[in-house]
């Protein structure tokens, strides 16, 4: 199993930025996918999730700023980051959980640099 984010970079604050994370896994439409991210020197956090059957979630750090979607034809997660901020520098993992057979599957991660 490989989950491979990209997408990050450097950008302005108030800029956007479009995440996604390929999945190499069998059966992708019933696994729970979700990204979180870790600032230098903090946890690593929740930042957004969409169920298997479409329904989204997110913080309320970057709620109304960041959407979460999913297509199933290709596998793969994506996160649409606007109106980013400087807090939002971070290091952003994608993630696949399925409760059955209890997966948890975490991807390499990827730099979102966001400055002044």
């Known amino acids: 199993v490989q989950l491979q984010a990209s997408g990050g970079g450097l950008v302005q604050a108030g800029g956007s930025l479009r995440l996604s994370c390929a999945a190499s896994i069998n059966i992708f439409s019933l696994y729970v996918m979700g990204w979180y991210r870790q600032a230098p020197g903090k946890q690593r956090e929740w930042v957004a999730v969409v169920s298997s059957g479409g329904s989204t979630n997110c913080a309320d750090s970057v709620r109304g700023r960041f959407t979460i979607s999913r297509d199933n034809a290709k596998n793969t997660v994506y996160l649409q980051m606007n109106s980013l901020k400087v807090e939002d520098t971070a290091v952003y993992y994608c993630?696949?959980?399925?409760?059955?057979?209890?997966?948890?599957?975490w991807g390499q991660g990827t730099l979102v640099t966001v400055s002044s």
């Open positions: 993630n696949a959980k399925r409760v059955i057979g209890s997966y948890d599957f």
